[in-house]
């Protein structure tokens, strides 16, 4: 079974940036489909990016999108980074890493479509 760890988190001033990493701990033949979220306390957790199977396609939340960025380090998708530019308060969450074999790229903002969840890391943004 697959296990997932995000790190980078922390405590940054309006306008910082920050960069998110996540590494899976198994290599598999098949290539993972990985996705942040994001989730604030007594709210449900929000998509925020994700990276399709073929390491290529990518998806951001229109909340994020122009001001972060998923990518990956290989062609398994197992150690990929979220940069996180121009942090404004509302990004304050946990932020959580999200791993899945499945290719299929339907379902792919979608909790239920991974399998595999880390720990999260804390993102903390003051003004």
């Known amino acids: 079974q697959v296990q997932v760890a995000e790190s980078g988190g922390g405590l940054v001033q309006a306008g910082a940036s920050l960069r998110l990493e996540c590494a899976a701990s198994?290599?598999?033949?098949?290539?993972?489909?990985m996705a942040w979220f994001r989730q604030v306390p007594g709210e449900e957790r929000e998509f925020v990016a994700a990276?399709?199977?073929?390491?290529?396609?990518?998806?951001h939340a229109r909340s994020v999108k122009g001001r972060f960025t998923i990518s990956s380090t290989n062609t398994k998708n197992t150690l990929i980074y979220l940069q996180m530019n121009n942090l404004v308060p509302e990004d304050t969450a946990v932020y959580y890493c999200?791993?899945?074999?499945?290719?299929?790229?339907?379902?792919?903002?979608?909790?239920?479509?991974?399998?595999?969840w880390g720990q999260g890391t804390q993102v903390t943004v003051f003004s």
């Open positions: 198994e290599h598999s033949f098949s290539p993972y489909t």
């Open positions: 990276i399709a199977a073929d390491g290529r396609t990518v998806f």
């Open positions: 999200a791993a899945t074999l499945t290719r299929s790229q339907a379902n792919i903002g979608r909790e239920t479509n991974y399998g595999c």
